[in-house]
């Protein structure tokens, strides 16, 4: 898990987007690497349980993955408010921006469909891992769709620690 995927983490390069500042919080068998207390990510782009007392798995990465979609389509998260209160109640209650998630619409709905799908507020509904996602985001793509996947995974391949 990086528990801090936000734009400003992802680099874009001529062989595709690269993460950076693993600020990894827990791996995947559970080992925590965070204090208590200690922020758990950049908050326009945390999943509704990292508010709560469940437990915070891979699905939040893939939230924060559709938020950073959005963020690149729309200019800002799509739970962008004025004050931190107001942040909290949208990620929580209330739901993303609707003109945001419309941007990804405008661009590939598609797309848009699987941010969509990514941005359900229960973690279990949400894509759980990155290779459900990438099943996801090339599937009813007849054309090219093999290329994508192609290129989506030789990008992941870069990160295996």
Request: net charge negative; hydrophobic share 50%; glycine share 10%.
């Amino acid at each position: 898990m990086h528990r801090d995927l936000k734009p400003a983490n992802i680099m874009l390069t001529s062989a595709g987007p690269r993460l950076l500042d693993f600020g990894i919080a827990a791996l995947v068998d559970g080992t925590r690497l965070t204090m208590t207390g200690a922020g758990p990510g950049t908050l326009t782009y945390m999943a509704p349980e990292q508010f709560g007392e469940e437990r915070v798995g891979t699905a939040a990465d893939i939230w924060a993955w559709a938020c950073c979609v959005v963020c690149a389509a729309h200019g800002a998260s799509p739970f962008a408010a004025t004050s931190t209160g107001a942040v909290i109640r949208r990620i929580v209650d209330t739901g993303p921006d609707l003109a945001a998630l419309a941007a990804v619409h405008a661009l590939d709905p598609a797309l848009a469909a699987v941010v969509a799908h990514a941005l359900t507020p229960d973690p279990a509904a949400r894509p759980g891992d990155g290779a459900t996602l990438l099943a996801l985001l090339t599937a009813r793509r007849p054309d090219g769709a093999a290329d994508v996947r192609d290129e989506i995974t030789r990008g992941w391949s870069t990160l295996r620690l």
